[in-house]
């Protein structure tokens, strides 16, 4: 019986969250009562137009901004409860970020941009087999402005993965990509999901996120106005907005 409730345990899970931002009658909610629970080792994707709050929702559960209300625990731990310094040890330790914007260090090369997040993790994964995962091996030694946007992402999404975060975060990582390029993005973190059975939040609004997620929310002023467990379930209309 024990067993068969620690597998139903979500993993992440929200509960009604509120977040407004500005105050007086300049206050505008973001977040208005959102809900939600993932699984260990899901991929839940995130769709919704722009100003919906997915950024928004997307950093306040990595614990990057605070809540107004409501409760965010990730693996048995509300972090809209811990002190400032356990948040900020906790996300370098759990929690890894991916962006739009690579934000690589442009003086190291790719192994050394990887290397530097790996030194200040407790349980980093091995480089090498992380740089070959990657597709990344042969461009090891390269400087980041000798990379193609793709490859600049890959090394980002190492950089993210190399201190095998609980909870891996990724905004609109495909956004600044062409669609071939996003598709193959997009398969790298579908490999990296089964490869190291990290739980999985991305927002996108590409199309190639088909047959990937376990799950998909999309996002309208700020509340989830559609919730797929099976991404079976998306119409082509849900990519609309
Ligand atoms: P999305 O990522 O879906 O485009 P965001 O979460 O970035 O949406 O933004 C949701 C809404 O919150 C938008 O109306 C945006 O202007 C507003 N917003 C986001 N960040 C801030 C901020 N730091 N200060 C004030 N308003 C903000
Ligand atoms: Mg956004």
Known sequence: MEKKNEINTAFFSVKN?????????????????????????????????SGSGKSTFLNVAGGLESIDGGSITIDGQDISKMDPKSLGRYRRDK?????QFYNLIP??????????????????????ELLHTLGLWE?????????????????????ALVKNPALLLCDELTGALDYKT?????????KINQTYHNTIIIVT??????????????????????????????????LEW
């Open 95 to 99: 929690l890894g970020f991916v962006f």
């Open 17 to 49: 969250i509120e977040k407004s931002y500005g105050t007086g009658s300049a206050k505008v909610k973001v977040l208005d009562g959102v809900s939600t629970e993932l699984y260990e080792g899901e991929i839940c994707v995130i769709l919704g137009p």
């Open 205 to 238: 609004h590409n199309e190639p996120i088909k047959n990937m997620a376990h799950r998909v929310l999309k996002l309208h002023d700020g509340r989830i106005v559609k919730d797929y467990v099976n991404e079976t379930q998306l119409s082509a209309k849900d």
């Open 107 to 128: 003086n190291l090369t790719v192994k050394e941009n990887i290397e530097v997040c790996a030194y200040l993790s407790k349980n980093p994964l091995e480089i090498d």
């Open 139 to 159: 461009h090891k030694d390269k400087f980041p402005n000798q990379l193609s946007g793709g490859q600049q992402q890959r090394c980002a999404i190492g950089r």
């Open 182 to 190: 996003a598709k193959e993005i997009l398969a790298l973190i579908e």
